[in-house]
């Protein structure tokens, strides 16, 4: 899991970020049934732009709750908490969320609305990276949540086509059980990590992938606007052996297949403490020169076989306890400062979010392109 990437438009100070100085593909198939739930077009919800459009919040979620079902995609239990807020969001409405292609990229998200459109099994909601997310907002249906207000204008579309909903630092997680300990990227063509060092996903396709890339070409002297150093890098790993490219996930970290995971500082929250119940310690750094940070994008399919619901669903994300799930899950949402400010942040959640020594780096929508443009034309080389 997961991504494609989604360019940081906020400044540094409000990614929410301690600062002391949010993979693998799939691919797309029939998600199966969605359960009940109105067809696409049978409710007004559908061109909703705001819970007033339906007579305010108590009648979203009362039509939410007469279409009973939600269709997410690519959220993984184990990625920036979804797993509690796919739980809550069920417990707190009585709708049934129906989670499907977990580990698909941003691109497969796409591919899925675009295959399963006009039927019950389409999503009814995106969390999409920038790449994507530019190239796809026919695909959007404008909404505007109740706190709309607080989101600052940089990180979302002036008509609610997307939003930015959480970011974190990349950074390279490790088992320190098995090779001790590890501060360097150029530690890591040791024959001792043979098959162990892997990117989470496609650098052209998956946006943890396509910031773990800029984070090692960064940490070798390259920049957002010059990527050699980091295909160079790449090409060394894959030259000592170091480098594997099979799918990251939960069970191939747990099994060793992969000891050494570039992947979003959230993300190696849930490895963190789930490796630790079974005694093995993992640990993580980023590299220095090498901090990068990232927004992902919250979006409606503009076909959602479940409108209310989907609508429903921006809602609970958006509200503090939307935010403070994704917060103790080590990401850092849109709503951070606002939350601060207002002290509705959960303070020991807070603990979760990383500490950076340097200063986060995060590219333009033009380099973006350009850098996935660059990836898609020398990675297969690369790493053939």
């Given at each position: 899991m997961k991504k494609s990437p989604l360019a940081l438009v906020a400044a540094a100070a409000v990614l929410g970020l301690t600062l002391s100085g949010c993979g693998g593909s799939a691919t797309p198939a029939s998600t199966g049934s969605a359960g009940g739930g109105a067809a696409a077009g049978a409710s007004k919800a559908k061109t909703a732009t705001s819970a007033a459009d339906l007579?305010?919040?108590?009648?979203?979620?009362?039509?939410?709750?007469a279409e009973g079902t939600i269709n997410v995609i690519a959220l993984p239990d184990d990625w920036a908490n979804y797993g509690q807020i796919k739980k809550d969001f069920a417990a707190k409405y009585g709708?049934?969320?129906?989670?499907?292609?977990?580990?698909?990229s941003s691109k497969e998200e796409i591919d899925a609305a675009e295959k399963?459109?006009?039927t019950a099994n389409a999503p009814d909601v995106f969390d999409l990276g920038t790449a994507v997310t530019m190239a796809s907002t026919k695909y959007f249906a404008p909404y505007k949540v109740a706190q709309w207000d607080k989101i600052p204008a940089g990180n979302k579309e002036s008509t609610g086509l997307w939003v930015n909903d959480y970011t974190g630092i990349m950074s390279v997680g490790y088992n320190a059980t098995k090779f001790g300990e590890i501060t360097s990227l150029d530690q890591l063509t040791d024959p001792k990590f043979k098959g162990q060092v892997a990117f989470n996903g496609k650098p052209a396709e998956a946006g943890a992938a396509f910031n773990g890339f800029l984070m090692v070409n960064?940490?070798?002297?390259?920049?957002?606007?010059?990527?050699?150093?980091?295909?160079?890098?790449?090409?060394?790993?894959?030259?000592?052996?170091?480098?594997?490219?099979?799918?990251?996930?939960?069970?191939?970290?747990?099994?060793?297949?992969h000891g050494v995971v570039f992947d979003w500082s959230y993300n190696q929250v849930?490895?963190?403490?789930r490796l630790k119940a079974k005694g093995v310690d993992w640990k993580t750094f980023v590299p220095k020169g090498g901090e990068i940070a990232s927004y992902y994008n919250q979006a409606i399919n503009v076909d959602a076989p479940h409108p209310a619901a989907a609508r429903l669903f921006q809602?609970?994300?958006y509200s503090d306890a939307g935010q403070n799930a994704w917060i103790k899950g080590g990401a850092s949402p849109i709503l951070y400062e606002s939350m601060k400010a207002a002290g509705t942040i959960d303070a020991a959640?807070?603990?979760?979010l990383p500490k950076v020594d340097g200063t986060p780096k995060t590219p333009t929508s033009d380099q973006s392109k350009a850098a996935n443009d660059f990836l898609k034309k020398n990675w297969d080389a690369a790493v053939a």
């Open positions: 007579g305010g919040m108590d009648a979203l979620v009362a039509a939410a709750k709708i049934k969320v129906n989670s499907i292609l977990p580990d698909a399963n459109k006009g960064n940490a070798n002297g390259g920049t957002l606007d010059n990527l050699q150093p980091g295909l160079d890098w790449v090409k060394k790993m894959k030259q000592a052996g170091s480098l594997n490219l099979a799918d990251v996930t939960a069970g191939t970290i747990d099994a060793g297949t849930s490895t963190i403490a809602e609970y994300l959640s807070a603990a979760n």
